[in-house]
T-cell receptor, first 111, second 113 residues
């Protein structure tokens, strides 16, 4: 079955360390997205990519970086510049006007 | 700028009753679509239903339906015969604009037994 895989499910890091969250899809979707969600809050767009080797900043890109070297993969790096990195991170993809397909998310805790 | 608004941070409904969750889209584009997603406490995001602005009928999917008011640019989600498993956060999201896909703030629905 096609889908989106985010790994790991839980991630713990020390403050000051960069950390990379994985997102892989086998749906052959062109567009991919990263969202951040804080407890009880909505989804805020970090970065998005419509085609390989191209991506755009979302509403809260500061302290994050991404790459899109392959259609299937859209990793997100949370850098030490991100002031409050502890959150739930969701990756999604879509094709055309279809609904978003989401991964199961990664819960990042930075102490 | 396009803005999606969900005005109800939290809603309560009695089991087996119907409930309506609001969503309004501020856009000057006459052609648009609105998606609804459900997020249970596990965190997964589940697509529920979609309405296009030129659709002739209000969308329905099982116990979910949309009350689409074109003049107000709103697509309110109606859940009929609420079940305990409907307790979740519900998000409204428009079709991507220039590739950007954003969400409303969401509504937390609690179904009471």
């Amino acid at each position: 079955d096609g889908g989106i895989t985010q790994s790991p499910k839980y991630l713990f890091r020390k403050e000051g360390q960069n950390v990379t969250l994985s997102c892989e899809q086998n749906l052959n979707h062109d567009a991919m997205y990263w969202y951040r969600q804080d407890p009880g809050q909505g989804l805020r767009l970090i970065y998005y990519s419509q085609i390989v080797n191209d991506f755009q900043k979302g509403d809260i890109a500061e302290g994050y970086s991404v790459s899109r070297e392959k259609k299937e993969s859209f990793p997100l790096t949370v850098t030490s510049a991100q002031k409050n990195p502890t959150a739930f991170y969701l990756c999604a993809s879509r094709t055309g006007g279809s609904p978003l397909h989401f991964g199961n998310g990664t819960r990042l805790t930075v102490t | 700028a396009q803005k999606i608004t969900q005005t109800q941070p939290g809603m309560f409904v009695q089991e087996k009753e119907a409930v309506t969750l609001d969503c309004t889209y501020d856009t000057s584009d006459p052609s648009y679509g609105l998606f609804w997603y459900k997020q249970p406490s596990s965190g997964e995001m589940i697509f529920l239903i979609y309405q296009g602005s030129y659709d002739q009928q209000n969308a329905t999917e099982g116990r979910y339906s949309l009350n689409f008011q074109k003049a107000r640019k709103s697509a309110n989600l109606v859940i009929s015969a609420s079940q305990l498993g409907d307790s979740a956060m519900y998000f409204c999201a428009p079709n991507p604009h220039a590739g950007k896909s954003t969400f409303g703030d969401g509504t937390t629905l609690t179904v009471k037994p």
